[in-house]
Nanobody, 119 residues
């Protein structure tokens, strides 16, 4: 079982920055691919950024060049640095952990943290 706790959300002006953190319980954090998803009102949840267990990263086109995902396996934490924020980045951001072991898929979600970009 993995528990994920996000922090770092808040209100920021357009063009500003925020850094989200997601702390994971357990001692096998390094085996999981970690991702950040977001869900805006009336929209489906979408993948924002992903970092694999091996450290490879992938980003949604809408955030490429503005957001950076990173992980610190020693601290069981994944981060999302968000720069040049836009009003359309406003959403609840969720941390996600996923691991495939043989035929089993293990995945967990955090409770979400609100990010509001507004002047």
């Amino acid at each position: 079982q993995v528990q994920l706790v996000e922090s770092g959300g808040g209100l920021v002006q357009p063009g500003g920055s925020l850094r989200l953190s997601c702390a994971a319980s357990g001692n096998i954090f390094s085996h999981y691919a970690m991702g950040w998803y977001r869900q805006a009102p009336g929209k489906q949840r979408e993948l924002v950024a992903l970092v694999t267990a091996g450290g490879s990263t992938n980003y949604a086109d809408s955030v490429q060049g503005r957001f950076t995902i990173s992980r610190d396996n020693a601290k069981n934490t994944v981060y999302l640095q968000m720069d040049s924020l836009k009003p359309e980045d406003t959403a609840v951001y969720y941390c996600h952990a996923r691991r495939t072991l043989s035929t089993y898929v293990y995945e967990y979600w955090g409770q979400g943290t609100q990010v509001t970009v507004s002047s």
